[in-house]
């Protein structure tokens, strides 16, 4: 069966981000490269401006990979700071739903305070500093 990945752009931020969700889930990124790493070894075009920003950057939350890049540079002008979606997570218990929202909600704003749901989730939804939307759950209807 195929798999999927959530992939997030960011216009400048995508290290500070990876750094922050790192502190909030832990673990180790799987793979992290620079847009000037490119330029050595494939001959492309980047600006020194550019060779710093990350290409891509792979981070294991459970069993979903969350990746990242910066946009490139001739994306850069385009970029656009998406709604439209939200990653959603599903913690282990009460206590750790409400450990990752606190951490991932610091610098951001809460949508939605974590509360028991009408459909049985423990549930909350914020955007973080970076922009990026989250759902944090717990399935309390699970426990009983």
Request: proline share 2%.
């Amino acid at each position: 069966m195929a798999t999927a990945s959530i992939y997030l752009n960011f216009n400048g931020t995508c290290e500070a981000a990876f750094n922050f969700y790192k502190s909030v889930f832990g673990g180790e990124f799987g793979y992290f490269s620079r847009f000037g790493e490119m330029a050595e070894t494939g001959g492309f075009k980047v600006s020194d401006a550019y060779k710093n920003q990350v290409m891509h950057v792979a981070l294991e939350i459970g069993s979903t990979l969350l990746m990242g890049s910066d946009c490139g540079e001739e994306q850069a002008p385009h970029f656009v700071q998406g709604n439209n979606f939200s990653v959603s997570v599903t913690a282990d218990s009460k206590a750790e739903a409400d450990k990752i929202f606190n951490a991932l909600a610091a610098g951001g704003a809460i949508t939605m305070p974590m509360t028991s749901m009408f459909w049985g989730d423990y549930f909350g939804m914020l955007t973080d500093k970076f922009g990026v939307n989250w759902m944090v759950a717990f399935p309390e209807h699970e426990q009983a």
